[in-house]
């Protein structure tokens, strides 16, 4: 029984700040523990549920933010940069689930910590066929080409809220409840510690009820950009690329994902 889990930083249990996602800066070094002890939590839950491999991968900012030396030793990690075709390396359709662990909510979500899509500085908001879609949703998708269900999310509430209206069935775990962009009411990471694993476990027995997540095509995405000099340095074509308005432009596809490494890059 094989899982993958993608790492994000913004949604890891005593984490609310900017200066403790980045490197270089004052708290990240913290930041760094908190992410590695929770991955280490629930990688030994996966091997207690009987999985036989676990991929990791580091999914925040350049992909290096894991203490290395701490990681257990039970699971084989992905990190680095990779492009969005190859986000998930090593993901086929014989894995029997993914977890989307330390997750956050979408550009734009009110209350949410550290709210983004992707890029704080560049992305104001994406849409996919007319819905707003965020971190969750194209990861889930991306999963989904792969004939693999999501079957945990883990996050502050607004993250839960998310994956649940996004995906349907799911088990969710919230680590902090969110007041504003910097501000949470967040529960102890101690206290996360002691329960992230019983819900992975609860998560794995129940992963049969949880779907692949799929959208029909054709598919149209909708980038905002937070500048219309981003959307003047893409290249609109008037076929498949076109320039919807000052801050936007509007990619249409046949493939799911050709569009997103279309998005992406
Ligand atoms: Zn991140």
Redesign the pocket.
Known sequence: MKFYVSV???GIAGIALREQ?MRGEPFYQEGRHLLTEEVNIVVEALVQSGATEIIVKD???TGFNFLYDRLHPAASYVLGPVPMSNRFAGVDETFAGALLLGY?GMAGTPGAILDHTYSTADVYGLELNGAPIGEIGVDALLFGLRGVPVVFVSGDDKTCAEAERQLGTVRTYETKKGLGRHSGLLKAPRRVHEEIGDAVKEAVVRRAACKPYTIQGPYEMKVEYTSTRLADGRYCDEIDTFRADGRSVLLRDDDLLRLLSRTFG
């Open positions: 994000d930083m913004e996602t999914a925040h900012a956050h």
